[in-house]
């Protein structure tokens, strides 16, 4: 398809538990990002890939979250020894990055919702 | 550190009226703004984007106002339908992420 795509689209897990979420991007964006939406929160950065370089992920909230982009494509966003409050909405966007970064808008996929119980 | 406040977490307005969305901001640094939209269970949607150079955009039946000076947006939505109820959530850009509000609930009422 045309869009940001995210698998699963919902995730039951038991507390303790690793999983992993996918993200394919837009074809042609060398940008991506991860956010999360807790219930009744804003959303809240994770990790952001740009082409080849580093990737910042100031926002990752501990060392049990990690993420890797295979290729420049897609994404996956690992949480391991998952606890209850790692429940959430995790969203993936991606964007083209234009010289300045001035018009960066970002596309979203529907979010994979993980319930940890 | 909450950079993009939204501060009415919901709102409500009639079909037809005119629905005004409040942002605020601390950094002054931001210069770049966007508001998304947000149906249940689908990902946020781009809707209009202003630049710091601008005070104004307008794309049909939506319109977002800046004011730097008061580190202040909002965006206005004239007449509002009852299509327009969502989350509607405020962003700047920082390099590299953005920085969203909270997000306003927005139901209108027929």
């Known amino acids: 398809g045309a869009g940001v795509s995210q698998s699963p689209s919902n995730k039951v897990t038991e507390k303790g538990k690793d999983v992993e979420l996918r993200c394919d991007p837009i074809s042609g964006h060398t940008a991506l990002y991860w956010y999360r939406q807790s219930l009744g929160q804003g959303l809240e950065f994770l990790i952001y890939f740009q082409g080849n370089s580093a990737p910042d992920k100031s926002g990752l909230p501990s060392d049990r979250f990690s993420a890797e982009r295979t290729g420049g494509s897609v994404s996956t966003l690992t949480i391991q020894r998952t606890q209850q409050e790692d429940s959430a909405v995790y969203l993936c966007a991606s964007s083209l990055v234009f010289p300045g970064g001035a018009q960066d808008i970002q596309y979203f996929g529907a979010g994979t919702r993980l319930s940890v119980l | 550190d909450q950079q993009v406040k939204q501060n009415s977490p919901s709102l409500s307005v009639q079909e037809g009226r005119i629905s005004i969305l409040n942002c605020d901001y601390t950094n002054s640094m931001f210069d770049y703004f966007l508001w998304y939209k947000k149906y249940p269970a689908e990902g946020p949607t781009f809707l209009i984007s202003?630049?710091?150079?601008?005070d104004k955009n307008e794309d049909g039946r939506f319109t977002v106002f800046l004011n730097k000076s008061a580190k202040h947006l909002s965006l206005h939505i004239v007449p509002s339908q009852p299509g327009d109820s969502a989350v509607y959530f405020c962003?700047?850009?920082?390099?590299?992420?953005?920085?969203f509000g909270a997000g306003t609930q927005v139901v209108v009422t027929p």
């Open positions: 202003i630049s710091s150079i601008k």
């Open positions: 962003a700047a850009i920082t390099p590299g992420k953005l920085q």
